[in-house]
């Protein structure tokens, strides 16, 4: 093998000619993976991830930037049958930007079983008909080969039950980053041709505020059960650089509050002697300042808002 010749150099003088860029989504039930998956995918933590279902309330742009394409995610909250005035505003903005994207990504996780839930994902997006679909199993790494097989041949089968057309169905590991490059691959093959469609570099156009409420969100989820978990949301009250500082020592402030529908979760929250809220704070100040790269002062508030996911007014003050 050795006397075969070395491969051409990689030419790039065509390269605006044939650039791609375009949208994708990821979609999925609670837990499928999606929030992983867009962080491998662009490199750096930009959807909160969680154990916990449905954490994922805010549309999060990850950009995966390559000399041929550039690729913009919008990660989705899960869509899940509602049963809230929150749950119908979240599927609509789940169906809205299915239908504004190039291509939806729907994620299966490989440990299980294809399901209702699945189904019911599926049979929506159905209804988006010009939208390109890709199949993608997730969590490999935790399926056996024999369970994975099987899993893309229900993949497929459920295809065809509800008509819908894969144009790809691929297996990945997010955690593993195993075959993380190849989806990037196909996705970007689903893309119009185009110029890039953000300078290079940035990797989100979520407003910061946005994604440093998703950080303290995603603390004050930590360790905490049941439904308390739809009944946290935060919102950044106020956020700037410290004036007054050295330029080699700046200090970002941040007033947050943590906003819960009952006197009882509030307790939850704040926990014996503030323990819990010190450690919300001190676990979000950690990862803002490592999102940031700017230490971070970090000043949590929690107050009720009494059934706000059923209150128009309170969900607008909450950003849905
Ligand atoms: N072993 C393994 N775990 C994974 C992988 N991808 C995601 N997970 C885990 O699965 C859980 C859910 O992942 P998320 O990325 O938050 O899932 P999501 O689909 O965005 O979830 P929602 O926000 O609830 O819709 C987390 O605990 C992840 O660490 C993977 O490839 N392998």
């Not at 059960?225 to 739809?230: C, F, I, M, N």
């Not at 000043?299 to 309170?314: E, I, M, N, T």
């Amino acid at each position: 093998m050795s006397d075969l010749p070395p491969p051409a150099p990689p030419t790039f003088g065509d390269r605006a000619e044939g650039h791609r860029s375009g949208f994708a989504s990821f979609v999925g039930r609670p837990n499928a993976g999606k929030s992983t998956l867009t962080n491998a995918l662009v490199g750096r933590k930009v959807a909160i991830t969680s154990s916990k279902p449905q954490t994922t309330r805010t549309v999060v742009r990850g950009i995966v930037h390559r000399d041929d394409a550039q690729l913009v995610l919008v990660d989705t909250p899960g869509l899940h049958r509602p049963r809230t005035l929150l749950g119908e505003r979240l599927n609509d903005l789940v169906t809205t930007t299915w239908a504004e994207v190039d291509v939806v990504a729907v994620c299966f996780p490989a440990n299980e079983k294809i399901g209702p839930g699945d189904r019911f994902i599926v049979g929506e997006l159905g209804k988006v008909r010009r939208t390109t679909k890709v199949a993608v199993a997730t969590k490999t790494d935790l399926a056996t080969p024999e369970q994975l097989a099987e899993h893309l041949l229900a993949i497929a089968e459920l295809g065809r039950e509800t008509d819908t057309e894969w144009a790809e169905i691929v297996p990945v590991s997010a955690t593993a980053g195993s075959q993380v490059d190849l989806l990037a691959d196909l996705l970007v093959a689903q893309l119009p041709e185009g110029p890039p469609l953000y300078p290079e570099g940035e990797l989100s156009d979520t407003p910061e505020e946005a994604i440093v409420a998703d950080l303290v969100r995603e603390a004050a989820l930590e360790g905490v059960r049941d439904e308390l978990p739809h009944s946290i949301a935060v919102v950044v009250e106020e956020m700037g650089l410290r004036p007054d500082r050295p330029e080699d020592k700046p200090l970002l402030d941040v007033h947050a509050t943590v906003f819960v529908e009952r006197d009882s979760q509030k307790g939850i929250v704040i926990g014996h002697k503030g323990s819990r809220l010190k450690e919300i704070g001190s676990t979000a100040r950690v990862q803002i300042a490592a999102m940031l790269g700017t230490p971070v002062h970090l000043s949590l508030r929690v107050k009720v808002a009494k059934d706000w996911q059923r209150d128009p007014r309170q969900l607008r003050r909450l950003g849905f």
